[in-house]
């Protein structure tokens, strides 16, 4: 089985910085794209960042400037340096990854980890 473990999450003040790190475990063959994403309360799931193998990322508009998104494949681990950090981001941060276990292709999800920012 393949698993994702997110850490690093916490609180906060608006403007301070925070990292999260994701490590996938497990039967894995390879893996491709990686990400965050996150959920505010009653608010929908939505993207922040991701980073394909090869280092392309993408980011929120939302987040751009802010957040930098990298990985370590020899680690199969995907990081997400947060910095200047508003109440607004506070959410449940999940880090997903595209993997494959053996043959095909799977899309995984972590538990997800708390970011809160106070004002």
């Known amino acids: 089985q393949v698993q994702l473990a997110e850490s690093g999450g916490g609180l906060v003040q608006a403007g301070g910085s925070l990292r999260l790190s994701c490590v996938a475990s497990?039967?894995?063959?390879?893996?491709?794209?990686m990400g965050w994403y996150r959920q505010a309360p009653g608010k929908q799931r939505e993207l922040v960042a991701t980073?394909?193998?090869?280092?392309?990322?993408n980011y929120a508009d939302s987040v751009k400037g802010r957040f930098t998104i990298s990985r370590d494949n020899a680690k199969n681990t995907v990081y997400l340096q947060m910095n200047s950090l508003k109440p607004e981001d506070t959410a449940v941060y999940y880090c997903?990854?595209?993997?494959?276990?053996?043959?095909?292709?799977?899309?995984?999800w972590g538990q997800g980890t708390q970011v809160t920012v106070s004002s």
């Open positions: 997903s990854a595209r993997i494959t276990p053996v043959i095909f292709v799977n899309d995984y």
């Open positions: 497990g039967r894995i063959f390879s893996i491709h794209a």
């Open positions: 980073i394909t193998t090869g280092g392309n990322t």
